[in-house]
């Protein structure tokens, strides 16, 4: 497996380069703390999330099981982006093809005793357009294959919401106290329609900063569309828990900032500050 991309390398094996940084994203976790927990090293995280390098399929699998994620979507999309970036998906349809324009002995009209154009087929004429409809249909699903493929991966949630929210949504793993210092995706805490925001206001920077509650977790976090290197975003409550989280790197900022979670059992003072790496603290209180 080479460090550059291959001239082969298309929008699926992109796809998965993004799918596999979203869920970087939901983990929480720095290039380097991903690296930790994983056999491969942060240069190899780099390479495979940026589409450099296509993930061996253990990685990919190693970073479902770190985001809690059911490895079945991801390692079918691993599947057709491995045949696209080897070049094996654009070197079987040419044969194919081929043997589709080659004309077999049955469509020879003086092999079925027919003396003009204008007779019915014979059997075995019909054979041989049936044949050759079938080359051409899966000369057709050569190409087309990946893109449906990935289209019913996408869109399985649609197609059965009751077995998609059952496998990708784990239940939340903690309840108040016990959140204390966990990220909320890591615990299945960030769930739509469980989720209050008890603040929301604009940094002077213009970046969007929340205070989140989990109503079924009982926990609550702070976070912020966009930041920089050296940023740093803290949320407390007085006399509780104080959690922060800072940008270390290039790979954080390209995702938002989200602090671990604390108990959300008593909101009152509860408040949020961010402190850019070139600028004054700025804190809010719900």
């Known amino acids: ?9 298309g929008p699926l094996c992109a796809r998965l380069a993004g799918e596999l940084r979203d869920l970087r994203t939901r983990t929480g976790l720095s290039m380097v703390a991903l690296a930790e927990r994983t056999a491969y090293s942060k240069s190899s995280w780099e390479r495979y999330l940026n589409g450099r390098q296509l993930a061996p399929r253990q990685a990919v699998e190693a970073l479902c099981t770190v985001a809690r994620e ?38 020879r009209p003086g092999d079925h005793g027919t003396s003009t154009g204008h007779t019915a087929p ?4 019909i054979r041989s357009i049936r044949r050759h409809q079938g080359v051409l249909v899966a000369t057709c699903a050569v190409g087309l294959t990946a893109a449906i493929a990935v289209t019913a ?13 059952s496998s990708a949504r784990p239940a939340p793993g903690c309840h108040a106290q016990t959140c204390t210092g966990h990220k909320p995706t890591a615990k299945g805490c960030a769930m739509p329609r469980q989720e209050e925001i008890l603040r929301e206001q604009k ?23 966009t930041a920089q290197v050296g940023d740093v975003l803290s949320v407390s409550t007085p006399g509780g828990a104080s959690e922060h989280v800072k ?16 108990d959300g059992s008593g909101l009152t003072g509860l408040r949020a500050c961010f402190t850019p790496a070139d600028g004054h603290k700025q804190c809010f209180q719900t």
């Not at 940094?203 to 569309?225: D, H, I, N």
């Not at 940008?247 to 604390?262: G, R």
């Open 247 to 262: 940008v270390t790197d290039k790979y954080d900022a390209e995702s938002p900032l989200v602090t671990p979670m604390i």
């Open 70 to 107: 059911p490895s079945g979507r991801l390692v079918a999309l691993w599947e057709l982006a491995d045949l696209e970036w080897s070049g094996r998906a654009n070197t079987t349809a040419p044969p194919m093809a081929r043997a589709a324009a080659t004309p077999s002995p049955d469509d």
């Open 203 to 225: 940094l002077s920077t213009g970046t969007p900063l929340e205070v989140v509650y989990s109503k079924q977790c009982r926990a609550a976090w702070a976070l912020v569309g």
């Open 153 to 165: 991966l996408l869109h399985t949630a649609t197609e059965n919401p009751t077995k998609t929210a």
């Open 1 to 9: 497996m080479t460090d550059t991309a291959p001239s082969a390398a």
């Open 122 to 125: 014979g059997r075995g004429h």
